[in-house]
């Protein structure tokens, strides 16, 4: 039998093996890179689970180092302190000094970049830290890093609700936020500002119009015509009137702070509506506590000093006085006539009485106060005077003046505001004689 030679079995076996070996070094480098794959994807799930558990206490214990931060720059600011040190020192305590290990500490006042942009009331802290991981660097190479902010509402106590803005229509998206008709001419003396706090901007929704072919709105000693809404519709004057200085548009928006009612539960109660009968009968003079309703057609009416809550509505037309008065109304409002009106509030400081809260608190300089949304009408064709502030925030406004010369030493706060006439009508900003807010410190970011 013929046989394969040896030399030709050895050759045939080398190379079996030869392909054998290759075959092998081949599977080996797959399974390197499976592995290696596998390693890159268990490191990303465990850094997920140990360094993302990481991050989020980190970022934790930075929100509430901001959120102390604010607080004792707002405290600060109320005690008129320096709002960055306090700031910068309480941040620091907790374990983010600023310039240290790449963390920053920034204070602005006022904030930037939030709805509350450009509003001094406002503190913002915003604090930027690194962050040391175990495992998620492997996978993102470079450095990890937490950024958290916080503001707070800062009002120290002696500042009026609404600051240097005497005349305020202050929802924040209707169209004619205000809106000034006619002829009339509104100046506002003592740096005190018109605010249009809408934001519409839209050719047939603006934020403030005027209407009627004469006028002016004249704002003196650095005061403005504010108007939250945007060019070229924020701002409509289709009634061409002279606008000194001219509007300042894009202003940041204002929210109107919160201020509680005063009790009525401890005033006299004097039963039902006052009419014009009831009024002869108490001599034209009626004396504070709980009415239903006041209703005057014809006669005088004098106020005499004190807090008056009316459950319902208030309307006269004849000559109004009162002096040291409260008038808190949940009705419609509708006062003046082509006769004198003269009001004016309590200026006592502190002028304490018990809220709707029990607790105790200054109505220095309220005159009328009203959480309701029904229509309020100030009417003027005779001399009329206000002094006090007008604390409406749900309610429209009107305040009309026809061939008289109308003050408010008032600061005026509605939802709306429509100004119509041909009077002449001044504002002053006196914040000696307007409701001052407390000490008012509050997280809002």
């Not at 802290?125 to 800062?154: C, D, E, M, R, W």
């Not at 006669?299 to 008065?325: A, H």
């Not at 949940?330 to 607790?359: E, R």
């Not at 003046?401 to 429509?418: E, K, M, P």
């Amino acid at each position: 039998m013929f046989q394969t030679p040896f030399f030709h079995r050895s050759a045939h076996n080398y190379a079996e093996f030869h392909m054998n070996k290759i075959h092998s070094s081949h599977a080996s480098g797959q399974i390197m890179i499976l592995f290696a794959i596998a390693l890159v994807a268990l490191v990303a799930f465990l850094g997920l689970a140990v360094d993302g558990g990481m991050l989020y206490t980190t970022r934790q214990n930075m929100q509430s180092a901001a959120d102390a931060a604010a607080f004792a720059a707002g405290l600060a600011k109320i005690k008129s302190q320096n709002i960055t040190a306090a700031a910068l020192t309480r941040a620091s305590s907790n374990g983010f000094e600023h310039d240290v290990n790449g963390t920053t500490v920034v204070v602005n006042n006022p904030p930037i970049g939030t709805y509350n942009n450009g509003d001094p009331d406002y503190i913002q802290v915003i604090i930027t830290a690194k962050v040391s991981t175990f495992f998620l660097h492997v996978i993102f190479p470079g450095i990890s890093q937490n950024t958290v902010q916080s503001v707070v509402y800062a009002n120290p106590y002696g500042q009026p609700i609404m600051g240097d803005d005497v005349l305020t229509g202050a929802n924040k998206t209707s169209c004619d936020s205000v809106l000034i008709n006619g002829g009339v001419n509104v100046t506002v003396n003592g740096g005190g500002n018109i605010r249009s706090n809408s934001d519409a901007s839209t050719h047939t929704c603006n934020s403030m119009q005027t209407n009627g072919s004469s006028g002016s709105i004249i704002t003196l000693n650095g005061g403005h015509t504010l108007v939250v809404g945007q060019e070229p519709y924020g701002f409509d004057n289709s009634g061409h009137l002279i606008v000194d200085p001219p509007p300042l548009m894009d202003t940041p928006q204002k929210t109107v702070p919160p201020f509680p009612a005063p009790a009525c539960n401890n005033a006299a109660n004097f039963g039902g509506t006052i009419t014009d009968y009831g009024l002869i009968k108490s001599g034209g003079t009626l004396n504070p506590g709980v009415y239903s309703g006041i209703t005057i057609n014809n006669e005088n009416l004098t106020l005499n000093p004190g807090l008056y809550c009316i459950n319902g509505d208030f309307s006269s037309k004849g000559n109004i006085t009162g002096t040291d008065i409260l008038l808190v109304i949940t009705g419609k409002f509708n006062l003046g006539g082509s006769n004198t009106l003269t009001l004016s509030a309590n200026q006592s400081n502190p002028y304490n009485l018990i809220d709707v809260n029990g607790h105790t608190t200054n109505y220095k300089g309220m005159l009328i106060y009203t959480q309701s949304s029904d229509g309020y009408t100030m009417n003027g064709s005779g001399a009329t005077n206000y002094l006090g502030t007008i604390y409406a925030p749900n309610a429209e406004c009107t305040i009309n003046g026809n061939n008289t010369v109308a003050n408010y030493d008032s600061q005026v706060i509605c939802d709306t505001i429509t100004v119509s006439g041909n009077g002449n009508l001044t504002f002053t900003n006196n914040s000696g004689h307007y409701t001052p807010l407390g000490e008012t410190l509050s997280l809002v970011h």
